[in-house]
């Protein structure tokens, strides 16, 4: 059972930047869809950013297109957030979040299909 560590998270002003991380535990890391969850107060955990275990293809939240990067480095069991040009409105708990595929295409915008889920970064954007 994999496990998922997030860390970077942290108090920014608005239009700076932040990278999050996420470590997990598992040496097969490399054949797990991951992605990027976040959560506002007295908000739905919703979907920011998810990346096939091939990091071939990656599909994005329409709140954070263009501002936002997934990445991975499956040598060191990592998957990056990059956050540029960040909003009050993107404060939130950010949770990384995998799933077990076989199929290098697996990608998907569903919490539910995420078994596997990180304790949580706080990214507070102020303005």
């Known amino acids: 059972q994999v496990q998922l560590v997030e860390s970077g998270g942290g108090l920014v002003q608005a239009g700076g930047s932040l990278k999050l991380s996420c470590a997990a535990s598992e040496g097969t890391f490399s054949t797990y869809t991951t992605a990027w969850f976040r959560q506002a107060p007295g908000k739905e955990r919703s979907f920011v950013a998810a990346i096939t275990w091939s990091g071939g293809t990656a599909d994005y939240g329409s709140s954070v297109k263009g501002r936002f990067t997934i990445s991975r480095d499956n040598a060191k069991n990592t998957v990056d957030l990059q956050m540029n040009s960040l909003k009050p409105e993107d404060t939130a708990v950010y949770y990384c979040?995998?799933?077990?595929?076989?199929?290098?295409?697996?990608?998907?915008?569903?919490?539910?299909?995420?078994?596997?889920w990180g304790q949580g970064t706080q990214v507070t954007v102020s303005s």
């Open positions: 979040a995998a799933a077990r595929s076989s199929s290098r295409y697996y990608i998907s915008r569903v919490l539910g299909a995420y078994a596997y």
